[in-house]
Structures are given as structure tokens and as C-alpha cells.
Nanobody
Framework: QVQLVESGGDLVQPGGSLRLSCAAS????????MAWYRQAPGKQRELVAS???????DYADSVKGRFTISRDNAKNTVYLQMNRLNVEDTAVYYC??????????????WGQGTQVTVSS
């Protein structure tokens, strides 16, 4: 099967920066789109950013200009560089990947999430 593991979440002050990482492992043939979602307490999960295997990106309006998504296909890893963080960015951030695995149908996988807390 396929596993996604996020890392990099932390407590930071407003205006600070964090870099999240998500590494995929398992019997992977190909990873198509990878994305970062987030969910704040009492709110619905929302798409933050996505990136295709060829590098095309898309961002939520709330993070455009502040966040940058990137990926390393050789390492099956996606990153999210977050700059000028504010309290509204506080949430659990989840990695998502559209994966074709060996002996498996193409499907989406989720990581366990990493906590990002922005507070003074």
C-alpha cells in the first residue's frame, strides 16, 4: 500500500515562516497531482495548494503570494513553503496524493496531518 507522512508543523509567531514536507512511500508506480489541505477547529477542510507531476500549481486565494508548493518526483515528496503566516493559517495541514500503485487502482491517499499554530 501507499503511506504519506507529513512533517514540519510547529508553533510560530505571526509573520513567521514554516516549511512542510510530505513523503510518499510504498508500491508506487506514479504520483499524479499532490496537494495540501488544511482544517481549522470547527471549520471544513479546504484546499490550500496543489501541484501536478509536471509542476503546474494552483493556490487558494487566501495563501496566494505567501505560500509556495513544490515537489521532488525522485523522492516522491511534496513541500509547502509558508511565509508571512497569520493566525488564520492555524490548522492541521494534510497531504493528499493521487497515486497509481503496483497492483492497485489509481486512488487518492491522505497523510495523518501536521499541526501548524500561529500565535503571539
Amino acid at each position: 500500500q501507499v503511506q504519506l507522512v507529513e512533517s514540519g508543523g510547529d508553533l510560530v509567531q505571526p509573520g513567521g515562516s514554516l516549511r512542510l514536507s510530505c513523503a510518499a512511500s510504498g508500491t508506487i508506480v506514479s504520483i499524479y497531482t499532490m496537494a495540501w489541505y488544511r482544517q481549522a477547529p470547527g471549520k471544513q477542510r479546504e484546499l490550500v495548494a496543489s501541484i501536478t507531476r509536471y509542476g503546474s500549481t494552483d493556490y487558494a486565494d487566501s495563501v496566494k503570494g505567501r505560500f509556495t508548493i513544490s515537489r521532488d518526483n525522485a523522492k516522491n515528496t511534496v513541500y509547502l513553503q509558508m511565509n508571512r503566516l497569520n493566525v488564520e493559517d492555524t490548522a492541521v495541514y494534510y497531504c493528499n496524493a493521487d497515486v497509481q500503485g503496483i497492483g492497485n487502482f489509481r486512488r487518492a491517499y491522505w497523510g495523518q496531518g501536521t499541526q501548524v499554530t500561529v500565535s503571539s
